[in-house]
């Protein structure tokens, strides 16, 4: 039974919204803000988020006015005049701005809102040799601020019913997606206490979020107090020089990557375009770096119209409801990346996939797992330092390995884990470690499931294998998540394959910690 989602109308219960007409700037350039206040003024107050917070800008008596909410804003946006508009000073560093709105005179929850913005660096890899591009797809894809997402419409909390097939830029943020709120738990069941036999289970996130009356939908992406924050602050810490970026600006900034030796992606990097992909990968064969610590990455296609200001993803119903289907520009289909109609499967980038993946420890989907990894190739440069041996844990602790994870189809000769190659994974491509993970959950054991059931089984068969039988489904339920590394031309991609590796940094795992700061060395050419 569909439940009833109780975010409806955060929309119309919010005091005060904002958005910008774009989500990434260079120092100089003009951003323009779009406010609907209940209150005829309000503040504004900017920070950059890293280490330590920065305010860089504050105003206060800005005059504004309540603007309608379109149908639809969520796919096409809300269209609002602009009410303040910011040149960005040439001082301001790369990195994360967030802005806070607050209407004055008013109080309560609703009465302050948030948005965000990404500085670019004025001087592309003179200070930094590493581009940390935000998945700022993924953030659009669960906003479903102005009607729904990519995942459920607005009013019910039911997989694949009614779903958006586009995500606009001009709109606000649905509360609680781009700051994670006090008292949030991650998306898997927590590491030192396991559920006891037949123990009601679900989704983690779930309660908290009915609780909280948010959108659930707000636990799987967004920055502060989720994985790029946490890593930024590691960054910051250790003393790398960073630059950052947004994904559109793979498409629309020509030769962006050029100036840097390493691509740095992190947490839940789920949405890729076609031209962001070619970017990349030619730039890797070229020499640069690509380092992953993300789960779940590259698995679907995306288009974007209107200059980037709308992302289009038909997702499941890709291959019937999709245009481009049986047309010239089929390849564009905006299903998952291993389609057999797309024929570019993201192992040919990532190394490895969520088709060969899964969820750990929410819902039934390996509820007990280890939460960390298996090692098995300790001699590899990326474990240099830090003691492992075959069959230690990794990261268990802190549990590295939860929510969502990738895999490749494998073979295990002389008791290590070789990749087959058959799912466009590189056969030269080592796997470091690994543990058990599953895309699917048997819903016939009596407890409160996932949700997802097997509907990640039916995509997968259908889109991969062309038949969405019984038996094409049982061949994706057992996935493995996997730490791998490989050349890729004159460059190198290392993939940590887990949405959770950034609280093993957070938690000050010393081996998850040297690891890191292994492939960020090497892949920088730092030290």
Not at 401 to 412: K, L, T
Request: one cysteine or more; glycine letters at 12%.
């Amino acid at each position: 039974m569909s439940q009833i989602n109780p975010a409806l109308g955060s929309e119309s219960k919010g005091l005060i919204w904002c958005y910008t007409d774009q989500l990434s700037y260079a120092p100089g350039e003009m951003v323009s803000f779009h406010v609907s206040s209940q209150s005829p003024s309000y503040s504004m107050t900017i920070a950059r988020i890293g280490l330590k917070g920065e305010v860089v800008w504050e105003g206060s008596q800005l005059a504004a006015e309540w603007q309608d909410i379109p149908e639809k804003a969520n796919e096409y946006g809300c269209e609002w005049p602009v009410s303040l508009t910011l040149q960005v000073p040439l001082e301001w560093r790369s990195g994360y701005y967030q802005v806070l709105v607050r209407a004055e005179g008013l109080s309560g929850r609703y009465a302050e809102s948030e948005h965000f913005f990404v500085v670019r660096s004025a001087h592309p890899g003179r200070d930094a040799k590493i581009l940390f591009v935000l998945s700022t797809n993924t953030y659009l894809a669960y906003n479903s601020w102005g009607g729904g997402n990519l995942y459920s419409s607005k009013d019910v909390f039911e997989f694949h019913q009614e779903v958006s097939t586009g995500a606009s830029l001009l709109r606000p943020f649905e509360p609680g997606l781009l700051s994670k709120l006090s008292g949030a738990p991650r998306m898997m069941f927590p590491v030192g206490k396991e559920l006891a036999p037949m123990e009601e289970q679900g989704r983690p996130y779930r309660p908290f979020s009915i609780e909280a009356e948010v959108d659930y939908w707000t636990g799987p992406s967004g920055f502060i107090g989720r994985w790029e924050e946490i890593f930024v602050k590691w960054l910051e810490e250790k003393g790398y020089s960073v630059d950052y970026a947004i994904q559109y600006d793979l498409d629309s900034k020509p030769g962006l990557l050029d100036s840097y030796q390493m691509y740095l992606s992190v947490g839940h990097d789920e949405y890729w375009s076609w031209k962001e992909r070619d970017v990349v990968e030619n730039w890797i064969e070229e020499g640069g770096n690509l380092a992953m610590f993300s789960g779940n990455s590259v698995f679907w296609q995306v288009r974007f119209e209107d200059e980037g200001k709308r992302m289009v993803c038909y997702k499941h119903k890709a291959t019937e409801l999709d245009p481009v289907m049986g047309t010239p520009e089929e390849k564009y289909v905006t299903s998952i990346w291993s389609s057999k109609v797309i024929q570019r499967p993201e192992n040919h980038l990532t190394g490895i996939s969520f088709t060969r993946g899964g969820y750990a420890r929410t819902g039934m989907s390996v509820p007990r797992g280890s939460a960390g990894y298996t090692v098995y190739r300790p001699d590899h440069w990326a474990f240099e330092g830090t003691g492992l041996e075959y069959g230690d844990l990794l990261g268990n602790l802190e549990g590295i390995i939860g929510y969502e994870n990738d895999g490749c189809d494998f073979q295990v000769k002389d008791g290590l884990p070789y990749p087959t190659g058959k799912d466009g994974s590189p056969v030269g491509m080592e796997i470091l470690a690994m543990t058990p993970v599953s895309p699917g959950e048997r819903t016939d054991r009596g407890y409160v499931d996932l949700k997802v059931g097997d509907s990640e089984l039916h995509t997968f068969a259908r889109e991969l294998l062309g038949a969405d039988t019984p038996e094409n489904r049982e061949k994706f339920r057992y996935g493995h998540a996997m730490m791998v590394q490989f050349s890729k031309g004159k460059g190198n991609v290392f993939n940590g394959g887990a949405t959770e590796w950034a609280y093993g940094i957070e938690g000050k795992n010393p081996f998850v910690e040297r690891i890191t700061d292994n492939v960020m060395k090497r892949f920088a050419k730092e030290g």
